[in-house]
């Protein structure tokens, strides 16, 4: 869709000149600012001439994966294991065009609750990083971050600068597991779980409307699993659209858990 009412465009160079005006929306892959009606932009302020690498080392071994890193560059960033990182972005389903052009950060401020760079962050403890318009930074876990189906913790002003994944996380065994109403469709149920040292810790996103992670002991039984998948989606609500019914994606989130949680068991084996 053309964005008929813009009238001015700017490059991001520095951090001041991230200060928007009236009207002015930050642009990064645009692939869903371009596909909807948004009269109330009339400029655009595009963040991927600011220069910032789409991923870097942190001293602990984690992995920063800056905003404007695309879906296909995060994909072949260095990650210890990039199994999880491939399946999260397949789960998009999207083409290889828009994974050139669709951005982590993108994905995440939308809030989608099928977001899969949301699902993927939010699994591995991942750090929201936020410029604040003071010229501070302020952070936030991305389970967090995203408080409901499209809401995002980005007070005014704030810019997401990047997403810091720290090196335990990376290191730990996941797995992953997906449903949909068919075979090409939105991830209607998405979990993934982590195996740290003392716990198994379950990110549960698409069927809720914003990121619930669970942590359980080391071996659950499936009954605890259950349970706590349950008592997760009672607490915050199970989402409901077109891409699926509540008590199916219940349903899903369940299976899928119990099904994780005995894939993480066998690693473990």
Same mark, same amino acid.
């Given at each position: ?7 001015? *465009? ?10 928007? !005006?009236?009207?002015? *929306? ?22 991927t ?5 789409p991923?870097?080392?942190l001293? %602990? ?15 072949? !960033? ?8 491939g ?17 982590v950060g993108?994905?995440i ?6 977001g899969?760079?949301? !699902?993927?962050?939010a699994?591995? %403890? ?8 003071d010229?501070? +930074?302020? &952070? ?13 913790d980005?007070?005014?002003? +704030?810019?997401l ?22 075979? *090409?469709?939105r ?21 809720v409307? &914003? ?10 039984? +499936?009954r605890?699993?259950r %349970? ?6 009672a607490?915050?609500?199970w989402?409901a659209?077109? *891409? ?10 369940? &299976?899928?858990a119990?099904?994780?949680?005995? +894939?993480?068991?066998?690693? !473990?084996?």
């Amino acid at each position: 869709m053309d964005l008929a009412w813009v009238e001015s *465009h700017r490059n991001a160079t520095d951090r001041g000149s991230l200060a928007l !005006a009236p009207g002015e *929306h930050l642009l990064a892959g645009g692939t869903w600012l371009f596909s909807v009606s948004t009269p109330e932009v009339t400029g655009l302020v595009d963040l991927t001439t600011a220069g910032w690498p789409p991923w870097e080392p942190l001293p %602990d071994g984690g992995l920063r994966l800056a905003a404007t890193c695309t879906v296909a560059q995060a994909r072949q !960033a260095p990650w210890p294991d990039p199994v999880l990182a491939g399946q999260c972005a397949d789960a998009l389903l999207m083409s290889s065009k828009v994974a050139a052009a669709a951005t982590v950060g993108g994905n995440i401020c939308l809030g989608l609750p099928a977001g899969a760079m949301t !699902a993927l962050t939010a699994a591995l %403890d991942g750090e929201a990083v936020l410029w604040t318009p003071d010229g501070g +930074e302020r &952070r936030t876990p991305v389970a967090a971050f995203v408080t409901g189906a499209q809401t995002v913790d980005l007070r005014p002003g +704030e810019v997401l600068r990047a997403v810091d994944l720290p090196g335990a996380a990376l290191r730990a065994p996941t797995a992953f597991g997906r449903a949909s109403l068919t075979s *090409h469709g939105r991830s209607a149920a998405l979990v993934i779980g982590r195996r740290d040292p003392d716990a198994v810790v379950l990110t549960l996103t698409a069927a809720v409307p &914003r990121p619930v992670v669970l942590t359980l002991s080391p071996e659950p039984d +499936e009954r605890a699993v259950r %349970d706590a998948v349950a008592d997760a989606g009672a607490a915050v609500g199970w989402y409901a659209d077109v *891409h699926g019914a509540p008590d199916w994606r219940a349903a899903q989130t369940a &299976r899928l858990a119990v099904e994780v949680c005995a +894939e993480l068991a066998g690693v !473990a084996a």
